[in-house]
């Protein structure tokens, strides 16, 4: 039987590890108990550096107040799931990540919480294509106004020529050429 379970802890092990996502885990007190190596690629952080590190929260989010933001939603984890509340990280390297989180609470026997489970997707690509998306479409959109504020100033000088080309035909006693 200890053999089996060996053989399932293992598999689980390595489910984890190849995760294309960040898989963290912690405890009731907010210690990370997994770290995968998804988390490690993306953070810049090692397994060793990440788990029961107290500081390493300080690291990722070196921002006091978003910080407070950040801990508070993984206490809220604790009471309730939740699922893709988005996190900027800030990486080992000083790169900026924007990461999706959703999480579970885990509770023992009695139903007590006893931790947290969570699963974060980098979305940082996904964000910067959606912000130049809006500037593409803020800038085409005042393209379009400006071509627009342009037309109209020519329709506008054109009905003046027309204006005055009908008043010369009239000083002329010619018929006019624009009704």
């Not at 300080?58 to 508070?72: A, H, I, Q, S, T």
Request: proline share 2%; aromatic share 10%; charged share 30%.
């Amino acid at each position: 039987m200890r053999k089996l379970l060996d053989k399932d802890i293992e598999l689980y092990k390595q489910l984890i590890d190849s995760a294309n996502v960040l898989l963290t885990a912690f405890d009731i007190e907010g210690n990370i108990l997994i770290w995968n190596k998804a988390a490690e690629e993306i953070t810049g952080y090692t397994k060793k550096e990440a788990i029961c590190n107290k500081k390493i929260m300080e690291f990722l989010y070196p921002d006091g107040e978003y910080r407070k933001e950040v801990l508070n939603s993984i206490g809220a984890a604790f009471k309730e799931n939740y699922k893709n509340v988005e996190f900027t990280l800030v990486t080992k390297y000083g790169d900026k990540k924007s990461i999706s989180w959703s999480a579970i609470v885990m509770k023992n026997k009695k139903g007590e919480p006893v931790g947290s489970f969570a699963v974060g997707i980098d979305v940082t690509v996904k964000n910067v294509v959606k912000q130049r998306e809006r500037e593409s479409f803020r800038a085409l959109l005042k393209a379009v106004r400006y071509h627009e504020d342009i037309k109209q100033q020519y329709e506008t000088l054109i009905e003046k020529l027309k204006t005055e080309v009908n008043s010369l035909c009239h000083d002329l006693n010619r018929p006019s050429k624009y009704s």
